[in-house]
């Protein structure tokens, strides 16, 4: 257990109004990620996170925020939702100490539905 | 950036039967990981295996990085293994950015 937790873990919002997704870990790992899935894409990266205030643009940014302003906590930030950000949403974290070229661990995801 | 790809997309297995799933990469890689989906959502790590073997009870996975695929194995497959299966890589300076496929979808009937 990597001691990952995801809130809200469902949420229903509708377009235009911003929606804030927290990714918390009680481990003290310098990297975590946020992906989304959808149906027939797999997992894609939309964020990640190096260290505080430390991140850099996945796969799928455009439309998402984040931020890390202490290391337990990853905020995903969706400005101004739209529906094609419905999905689920999955923290990450990776335990190799000197990168994030090691083993990842997922939280238990997000569904995020935009009316 | 890397490409992967997995297959089959779909497999059906009745109990105690064995399987091998594929992932194809485009380029070396630095990091290879399957991960199983089970039918709730959760994603579990399986293998961290960017070449050589493990094994892990009925699973084990290879990854034979100079010709870029990797192969799980399921063998005496169980109901509880059924889920999606994902392979996922990076390469080269992209350390920290794992691309995923799009999974192998495993029922295994009772």
């Known amino acids: 257990d990597a001691g990952i937790t995801q809130s809200p873990r469902h949420k229903v919002t509708e377009t235009g109004t911003p929606v804030t997704l927290r990714c918390h870990q009680t481990?003290?790992?310098?990297?975590m990620y946020w992906y989304r899935q959808d149906p027939g894409h797999g997992l894609r990266l939309i964020h990640y996170s190096y260290g505080v205030k430390d991140t850099d643009k996945g796969e799928v940014s455009d439309g998402y925020s984040v931020s890390r302003s202490k290391t337990e906590d990853f905020l995903l930030t969706l400005e101004s939702a739209t529906s094609s950000q419905t999905s689920v949403y999955f923290c990450?974290?990776?335990?190799?100490?000197?990168?994030?070229?090691?083993?990842?661990?997922f939280g238990p995801g997000t569904r995020l539905t935009v009316l | 950036g890397i490409q992967v790809e997995q297959s089959p997309p779909d497999l059906i297995l009745q109990e105690g039967a064995n399987s091998t799933l594929r992932c194809n990469f485009s380029d070396s890689v630095n990091n290879l990981q399957w991960f199983h989906q089970n039918p709730w959502g959760q994603l579990i790590n399986l293998f961290y295996?960017?070449?050589g073997t493990k094994q892990n009870g009925r699973l084990s996975a290879t990854t034979v990085a100079t010709e870029r695929y990797s192969l799980l194995y399921i063998s005496s497959s169980q109901t509880t293994d059924s889920g999606v299966y994902f392979c996922a890589a990076n390469s080269g300076g992209s350390n920290y950015k794992l691309t995923f496929g799009k999974g192998t979808l495993l029922t295994v009937n009772p």
């Open positions: 295996i960017p070449s």
């Open positions: 481990e003290n790992h310098r990297y």
């Open positions: 990450a974290i990776s335990l190799a100490p000197a990168g994030g070229t090691d083993t990842q661990y």
